[in-house]
């Protein structure tokens, strides 16, 4: 309620950017991107951005952000990027025909977008419930007072209310999904793929300049990867390797030369309540730092370990072992986020409960014993239309397509 509040204030302040911002004229040539509410440079927006710089020589693409480090970063590289709160971050947003974000106005200056055609890419499949199906977080009950003056408040302040002309989905599966999240038209989602399965098949050798901490675990045959997702927006989770008795698994882990990479969701890595040991030679564990974008480190692992991750999806289309875990599902599911559909629907295959059991799948699968082929193929024909590096172009063609309709 206090967030809303401030949110609802700094609204009222900022109201007259909100008027001139309708004055101003766009422009087609200007396309504003931005990512994480404006606090990180990654994920689907980021390739997209690259992607019209390389391929778009008639569009200004421009990134907006909140942290100067990641300005000065692009600047540096010849993108242009504004802080999305400066004079220019505003300007060029009410120039912008088109807005791209992964989560929501946030991600840009809120109060210039108005006019621009709004392109929510989003941040990966959703397993678990998002914005309007989730009712534990985002949209959870309240009176018929409190929404009447909702409605009326986000009437008046209508960039308070993040609602998007088109979004992009992955199959027909992530469509249903994405039209009840978002409450949309399905008319309003398009199948093209997301960004980040560009950027997950692109060579290995491509990717290496992207990841810091790679000679931490060159000289291992294989590599897990450990990605959880959050838990209660990062204030919760240290259960999750309570089942965990880390000698006994490093040991198994040194005898098959093998590291284990645990990569935490980056809400548990701004709060830092993860205090895991770091004295085991074959865990190695992952700060932002090491990998500012887990589709960078995609490539390089042989066997994903995960839960209610989005990642778990977006792997499938490397056709690499998998080992799903729901450590917590019960919990989980009660107090954190619903998922869309009882979750080994969702994520086939043999589903492990404690630390155990996934010491067990990891030996058959190094024994050349892979029970999850055939799930991970029926897996990928439900969440993937495509499988081939062609979502940003298409994705780019199709909002050209738009841009270039008579309105």
């Avoid at 422009?27 to 710089?53: M, P, Q």
């Avoid at 399905?186 to 980040?196: H, V, W």
């Avoid at 699968?365 to 999850?372: A, H, L, M, P």
């Amino acid at each position: 309620m206090i967030k809303q509040v401030k949110k609802l204030i700094l609204g009222i302040l900022c109201y007259p950017l909100f008027i001139i911002s309708k004055i101003i004229q766009k422009s087609d040539d200007v396309w504003i991107f931005g990512a994480w509410y404006g606090n990180r440079y990654s994920d689907n927006t980021a390739y997209l951005f690259e992607y019209v710089n390389k391929e778009k020589s008639n569009v200004t693409a421009i990134w907006l952000s909140s942290k100067l480090g990641i300005i000065s970063d692009l600047k540096s590289k010849g993108f242009k990027a504004y802080h999305k709160n400066s004079i220019l971050g505003f300007y060029y947003g009410c120039r912008a025909a088109a807005t791209f974000v992964n989560c929501g106005y946030s991600d840009v200056n809120m109060y210039a977008v108005g006019k621009s055609l709004k392109v929510q890419l989003w941040h990966g499949i959703p397993i678990k419930k998002i914005k309007y199906d989730d009712t534990i977080n985002e949209n959870k009950h309240h009176n018929f007072f409190y929404n009447a003056i909702k409605s009326v408040l986000l009437f008046i302040f209508p960039f308070l209310n993040d609602s998007f002309d088109l979004i992009i989905s992955s199959s027909e599966k992530v469509t249903q999904r994405m039209a009840s999240a978002f409450r949309v038209a399905l008319t309003q989602i398009i199948e093209t793929g997301y960004p980040r399965m560009d950027r997950i098949l692109v060579p290995k050798d491509e990717q290496l300049n992207l990841i810091t901490t790679r000679q931490k675990w060159s000289e291992f045959d294989k590599i897990i990867l450990y990605a959880p997702t959050h838990r209660k927006e990062g204030y919760g989770g240290a259960s999750l390797f309570d089942t965990l008795d880390f000698q006994v698994f490093n040991e198994f882990l040194a005898k098959n030369n093998t590291a284990m990479l645990t990569k935490m969701h980056y809400h548990h890595e701004s709060i830092n309540n993860y205090l895991l040991t770091k004295s085991f030679s074959n865990f190695i564990y992952l700060d932002e730092g090491d990998v500012l974008d887990i589709n960078n480190l995609l490539p390089f692992v042989d066997v994903l370990i995960s839960d209610y991750s989005g990642v778990l999806l977006d792997y499938l289309i490397l056709d690499r072992p998998i080992i799903p875990t729901s450590f917590d599902l019960k919990d989980y599911t009660k107090y954190d986020r619903e998922l869309y559909e009882d979750y080994d629907k969702t994520v086939m295959g043999i589903n492990c409960n404690n630390w155990s059991e996934v010491q067990i799948q990891l030996q058959n699968i190094f024994s050349g014993k892979d029970k999850s082929t055939s799930c991970r193929k029926e897996m990928s024909a439900r969440f993937f239309k495509y499988s081939d590096t062609d979502n940003c172009k298409r994705i780019i063609e199709y909002v050209s397509q738009k841009l270039d309709a008579p309105s």
